[in-house]
């Protein structure tokens, strides 16, 4: 028995040892490099000298990165919940047709999560363009004046959410299709025996059901929004970049432009620890929302 346990002990070593190096490699070792980076006033390549906490303490004060932090937050704001939402309706839309319409509605809504960022930027600069974009000249036709949406700081964030929730909902939607489509018929066929309307069918068991699915979209499109960069990078050519920064924005900045790494590593500590607690949170809080509504 004892040599039988030895061998699965070992089996399972052998097994689990090429993840285990790999996730080292890949995301232990650089995280430990980077929090050590961070402590030190090393430029982008190379070392450098220890610094302590300064590069923390620097960062408190500091306006660019204040403006990065709420400009993150904001857009957190404007496309998790909204986007959820937005996805979710579009998947019970969805999920009520039949056949090949319902083939070509899901490929029209998932077919702008395959195409890569600069296609996205083109399609939007064409629509959004101060001086060429389709929706200027519809303005004209309507007699309003014409928005520089991407040169302005009010309207900048609120149209790089619109583009994100465009651009990201295709994935959401085929989460929501697949949670859906788990629900067994019966228990809606049961509900119309009792007479149940629609809405009480969603409330007493779409919802509840499809809780888990929500939760694991919400805290999805958490992490990827916090992280949010090429759009930005983007729509921000030729326009006001100080005032439109984000998070991994001004990390690129200090590290790239400024040549500032030891900075630039503390800053990227700051978001890490940021997306864990902001996740584990969430994941909490929706865990206790889905056992209320059980």
Do not use: C, H
């Amino acid at each position: 028995m004892l040599r039988n346990r030895g061998s699965e002990a070992l089996f399972a070593f052998v097994l689990v040892a090429p993840f285990v190096a790999i996730y080292g490699l890949v995301f232990i070792y650089p995280a430990i490099k980077l929090f050590s980076v961070s402590l030190t006033d090393a430029p982008l390549i190379g070392g450098g000298s220890y610094v302590g906490l300064d590069n923390y303490t620097r960062l408190v004060g500091e306006r660019r990165f204040s403006t990065a932090l709420w400009n993150t937050a904001y857009f957190v704001l404007l496309t998790v919940v909204p986007g959820t939402m937005i996805a979710y309706a579009i998947a019970l839309g969805v999920n009520r047709l039949t056949g090949s319409l319902k083939s070509a509605i899901l490929a029209v809504f998932f077919l702008p999560y395959i195409l890569p960022v600069s296609v996205v930027y083109l399609i939007w600069d064409w629509t959004l363009n101060f001086q060429f974009g389709i929706a200027m000249y519809v303005f004209d036709l309507l007699g309003m004046q014409r928005i520089p949406v991407f040169k302005s700081t009010v309207w900048f964030m609120p149209a790089v959410g619109l583009v994100t929730i465009w651009w990201t909902a295709g994935f959401s939607i085929l989460l929501f299709l697949a949670g859906l489509r788990a629900i067994p018929a019966e228990i809606y066929e049961a509900a119309e025996l009792d007479n149940a309307r629609r809405w009480t069918m969603f409330r007493r068991i779409t919802w509840p059901l499809m809780w888990p699915i929500t939760a694991l979209v919400l805290t999805i499109q958490l992490i990827s929004q916090l992280k949010i960069f090429d759009q930005v990078y983007l729509f921000s050519q030729g326009g006001r970049p100080n005032d439109n920064l984000v998070l991994v924005y001004y990390i690129f900045l200090r590290a790239f432009q400024s040549d500032q790494g030891g900075r630039a590593a503390a800053a990227a500590v700051v978001l890490f620890l940021i997306v864990i607690i902001v996740a584990v949170v969430n994941f909490q809080l929706t865990r206790l929302s889905g056992a209320r509504n059980r």
